[in-house]
T-cell receptor, first 116, second 113 residues
Framework: KAGVTQTPRYLIKTRGQQVTLSCSPI?????VSWYQQTPGQGLQFLFEYFSETQRNKGNFPGRFSGRQFSNSRSEMNVSTLELGDSALYLCASSFQGDPRVRNTIYFGEGSWLTVV | KNQVEQSPQSLIILEGKNCTLQ??????????LRWYKQDTGRGPVSLTIMTFSENTKSNGRYTATLDADTKQSSLHITASQLSDSASYIC????????????FGAGTILRVKS
């Protein structure tokens, strides 16, 4: 079956602009989570959605937001982009959405965002 | 201080050799610990998942161990191959922070021929 699909794969934005990234989870998966990966900070949790509701949120400013649609597809938005937002943004999906359970979390290939 | 510390930061080994990567964590309580492999420019891929009550888990040439008493985990790679060159990330599922994933910084492994 198809894996987690993220679009776009690469994009360049200017400081002050906003960006929307899209994620299509594996069919049947209801949990979608987002992560930011930078060389200096590693992987950091942004937020997680389950059945269109945000269940968990990381320590990121309000410029970072997301949503999940009824078909489990998710989008994340970053407004007023800063140079430090340049990163690989990864989306992950899982069936049950509870990481306490030994369910595998599948990552997409990520969206590379460069802010200039 | 990061709650999940990995060592070494990077490692170079010859093809065919074994290696062991370390993960020390302070996350408590935790529900499970996971190891991921991330190729350059790709998303992480799950290797193993261990609950706090498990000591070892294998996936082909990859064997993960967990000592919940000392809060240490290791990932042992047997008979390394060039395709094992990647970043290996230790992830602890924290029960304290709403079941969030706490990531280590990763160990970059390079296998040379």
């Amino acid at each position: 079956k198809a894996g987690v699909t993220q679009t776009p794969r690469y994009l360049i934005k200017t400081r002050g602009q906003q960006v929307t990234l899209s994620c299509s989870p594996i069919s049947g998966h209801r949990s979608v989570s987002w992560y930011q990966q930078t060389p200096g900070q590693g992987l950091q949790f942004l937020f997680e959605y389950f059945s269109e509701t945000q269940r968990n949120k990381g320590n990121f400013p309000g410029r970072f937001s997301g949503r999940q649609f009824s078909n489990s597809r998710s989008e994340m938005n970053v407004s007023t982009l800063e140079l430090g937002d340049s990163a690989l943004y990864l989306c992950a999906s899982s069936f049950q959405g509870d990481p306490r359970v030994r369910n595998t979390i599948y990552f997409g290939e990520g969206s590379w965002l460069t802010v200039v | 201080k990061n709650q999940v510390e990995q060592s070494p930061q990077s490692l170079i080994i010859l093809e065919g050799k074994n290696c062991t990567l370390q993960c020390n964590y302070t996350v408590s309580p935790f529900s499970n610990l996971r190891w991921y492999k991330q190729d350059t420019g790709r998303g992480p891929v799950s290797l193993t998942i261990m609950t706090f009550s498990e000591n070892t888990k294998s996936n082909g040439r990859y064997t993960a161990t967990l000592d919940a008493d000392t809060k240490q985990s290791s990932l042992h790679i047997t008979a390394s191959q060039l395709s094992d060159s990647a970043s290996y990330i230790c992830v602890v599922i924290s029960m304290e922070y709403g079941n969030k994933l706490v990531f280590g910084a990763g160990t970059i492994l390079r296998v040379k021929s």
